[in-house]
């Protein structure tokens, strides 16, 4: 017993983590450190101006947009509530849409497999298109508007939403979905019995955390011809008119981040 | 009456899990499945209520063969089979009530039960299910607020709101301690005797098998090994179906403790 003892102390400590894998994350570290550095040098080099320029230009942007116009702001409240109907109406026709689908990509509830393979990949495809894309190929079929917008937007959260809804399916617990089966539910009320009850909060949580993001991308898909506050900030933009478009970024500012807020209190109350 | 008739049942992926099973219960039955762990005791148990099919022979419960069920004979089975789960399989985020309201799913209809627009009778039912396991007093509490014992006395008042024939309990005391354990054989026990609902369990531990069973069968390796009543029962009996000597762990023991 002694002899075993005297042999672990002090000579020999173990590190926690085998050298070998010191020695390759040492290595990954280096070769990310160095393309940082090189990739820092490159885009200066193409700037011109380098950082120096950059600053002086800053300060000749800063100069043009301010004092923002404040006059503006009551013309300013049509096309922002336009901008949130935008998010909001997107927001609820996904998260209606998401319920099908999320539990068709579900692989613990959809057992079938071609079924959960094909609304698998369906999501996956839904997820490559970026919203600007969405939008300027909608803003073409059915013209300037928010129809569009809301279009675009749909399809986009809809990518998000339902692959965060489904994984959240794919964690729930199966016990008590087996113990519904076996009373004699039908496939219906084994959901909503068994289902239902433990993904609720998240999926609550999701839909706000999806609207969220919908209120930032709905101003910037206006920007591209989808209505509201984005198509407002462009417009000015183009009339070279900097003091209004500063009070239109101020507005769109104060806004995202009171939803953000309420939006970030109402989830925690959630969990 | 529930018959296993020359049933076998092969998984998917090759191992037997039930091997000519020739069985017969009567009703009103208390009958305790013993044998080690991957016995086949719960195959035996979960093709009586087909959560999984055996594939071959014939299963009779009530002189109608079950294996050829699905869809709405399938359920209709499963409402009069109640089954009791070792991790009494609540939702844990509903409450008590609602959580033994779910016993009449297989009762009403689809648009009835989401709407949550249970009779008078059912709610009352539940509620005197509740009360024969002495747990009303918890009807509003979330089930992940209740102790394992408690938790497996509410799936025992789901259970009896399901008004079955028959109740299947796989190894409902595996994850209590021993007073506990007594106390939900002793349930199980009482709802046999006074309601007449043939009653299997599965049980690992010896000593509690010899005290609450009427007739005990054994299993090992997919196969029934023993089939009797209990005063057929010996240790030696025990040391055959588990094909070793009887250890410790093989026993609950705290009878008199609770
Ligand atoms: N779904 C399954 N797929 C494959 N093999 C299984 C499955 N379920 C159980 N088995 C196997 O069947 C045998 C019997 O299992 P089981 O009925 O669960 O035994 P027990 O309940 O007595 O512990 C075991 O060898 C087990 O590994
Ligand atoms: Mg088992």
């Known amino acids: ?271 | 009456m529930i018959e296993f008739k020359d049933v076998n049942l092969v998984y998917p992926n090759g191992t037997q899990g039930l091997k000519n099973v020739n069985v017969k219960i009567n009703d009103g039955e208390f009958v305790v499945i013993v044998g080690l762990s991957g016995a086949g005791k719960s195959t035996f148990i979960r093709s009586i209520n087909r959560l999984v099919t055996p594939t071959s022979g014939s299963l009779l419960i009530d002189d109608e063969d079950i294996l050829k069920f699905h869809g709405k004979d399938l359920r209709k089975l499963r409402t009069k089979t109640g089954m009791i789960f070792q991790n009494y399989n609540l939702v844990k985020r509903s409450n008590v009530l609602k959580n033994v309201l779910a016993g009449r799913l297989g009762h009403t209809g689809t648009l009835r039960s989401i709407l949550n627009l249970y009779s008078k009778e059912d709610i009352s039912l539940a509620y005197r299910s509740l009360q024969r396991v002495n747990i009303d007093e918890k009807i509003y509490n979330r089930a992940d607020e209740l102790s394992g014992g408690q938790q497996q006395r509410v799936s025992i008042a789901r259970v009896l709101t399901q008004q079955p024939k028959y109740i299947l309990a796989d190894e409902p005391v595996a994850s209590l301690d021993p007073p506990t354990s007594h106390q939900v054989m002793t349930y199980l026990r009482k709802v046999n005797k006074e309601d007449n609902i043939t009653t299997i369990v599965n049980l690992h531990f010896i000593d509690m098998a010899m005290e609450y069973a009427d007739r005990i069968i054994g299993m090992r390796a997919g196969e029934v090994v023993f089939d009797g009543p209990v005063s057929e029962v010996s240790e030696r009996t025990f040391e055959e179906i588990y094909g070793r000597s009887i250890r410790e762990d093989d026993m609950r023991g705290g009878a008199n403790e609770s």
């Not at chain 1, 998240?202 to 984005?230: H, M």
């Open chain 1, 1 to 271: 017993m002694t002899k075993e003892n005297s042999s672990l102390t002090p000579k020999k400590v173990p590190s926690i983590y085998p050298s070998r894998t010191k020695k390759q994350v040492t290595f990954i570290f280096l070769v990310i450190l160095g393309i940082y550095l090189f990739s820092m040098y490159w885009t200066q080099r193409e700037m011109v101006g380098g950082i120096g320029g950059a600053l002086g230009n800053m300060y000749t942007v800063i100069e043009k947009f301010f004092p923002p116009n404040f006059a503006v702001l009551p013309a300013l409240l049509d096309p922002m509530i336009q901008t949130i109907q935008m998010a909001i109406i997107a927001t609820t026709v996904a998260a209606i849409l998401t319920i099908p689908l999320a539990i068709l990509s579900a692989q613990n509830v959809t057992t079938f497999k071609p079924i959960y393979y094909v609304t698998k990949t369906f999501l996956n495809l839904l997820r490559t298109i970026p919203d600007l894309v969405l939008a300027v190929i909608f803003v073409g079929l059915f013209g300037i508007g928010l129809f569009p917008g809301i279009l675009a937007l749909v399809i986009f959260s809809l990518g998000i939403l339902a692959k965060l809804v489904g994984e959240t399916i794919e964690s729930v617990d199966m016990n008590p979905l087996e113990a519904m089966r076996a009373s004699g539910g039908n496939p219906l009320q084994v959901i909503w019995y068994a289902l239902v009850p433990q993904v609720l909060p998240q999926y609550t949580s999701l839909v706000l955390y999806v609207f969220e993001i919908n209120i930032r991308a709905s101003v910037v898909l206006g920007y591209v011809g989808a209505g509201g506050i984005g198509l407002i900030l462009n417009q000015q933009l183009g009339f070279y008119n900097y003091p209004n478009a500063m009070a239109i970024i101020i507005v769109i500012f104060v806004v995202v981040i009171i939803i953000e807020y309420i939006s970030n209190k109402l989830r925690e109350a959630l969990i």
